[in-house]
């Protein structure tokens, strides 16, 4: 399952990510897989400039996965997730990805952020970009394939 929830509120704009594989197809590259393809839609289909996400400060495999997706760790948020047995709260890592970064990673190099030469430039290269079917959870709860 992978979802994103979006800040539509202009001065803050972005989307955040979650999600949870089956543990049975951990550790195959199909995390980074389905992070990275589902920042490319948020960024080169929905024009977000940042996308953030937030494991929990120990969990080592996610904080790899998304780091090989080139988000950067942000800083750590005391207390700021339940433990699973409600008794108490644990530390979150928070994690950023920057539109010009993934650019960088899958060898956009030309991109630029939006603001900079507009919307224009982003659709056409939304429009040359090819990836995987995934299935996307809208922000709104509905779902699509892309
Ligand atoms: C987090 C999650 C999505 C990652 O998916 P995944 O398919 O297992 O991730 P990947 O295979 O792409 O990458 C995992 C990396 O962590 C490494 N890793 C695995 N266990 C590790 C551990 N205990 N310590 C350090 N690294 C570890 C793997 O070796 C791999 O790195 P590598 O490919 O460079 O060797 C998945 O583990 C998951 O769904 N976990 C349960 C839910 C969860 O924690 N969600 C995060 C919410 S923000």
């Known amino acids: 399952m992978e979802q994103y929830t979006a800040e539509n509120e202009p001065s ?4 955040s990510i979650d999600i949870f594989l089956d543990p049975s197809v951990h550790g195959r590259g199909l995390g980074r ?3 990275r393809v589902l920042a490319k839609h948020l960024i080169w289909d929905l024009g977000h400039h940042r996308i953030v996400i937030d494991p929990a400060a120990d969990n080592a495999a996610a904080i790899r996965c998304y780091a090989a997706v080139g988000f ?3 800083g750590v948020m005391r207390r700021y997730e339940r433990d699973a047995d409600g008794a108490g709260w644990h530390d979150g890592l928070l994690m950023d990805l920057l539109a010009e970064e993934l650019a960088l990673q899958t060898g956009e190099a030309s991109y630029q952020a939006p603001g900079f030469l507009g ?4 659709g056409e290269v939304a429009s040359a970009w090819h990836y995987p079917a995934v299935d996307v959870v809208e922000a709104d709860g509905s779902e699509s394939t892309d």
């Open 33 to 35: 897989d389905a992070v």
């Open 72 to 74: 950067q760790p942000v």
């Open 119 to 122: 919307g224009l430039f982003l």
């Open 12 to 15: 803050y704009r972005h989307a």
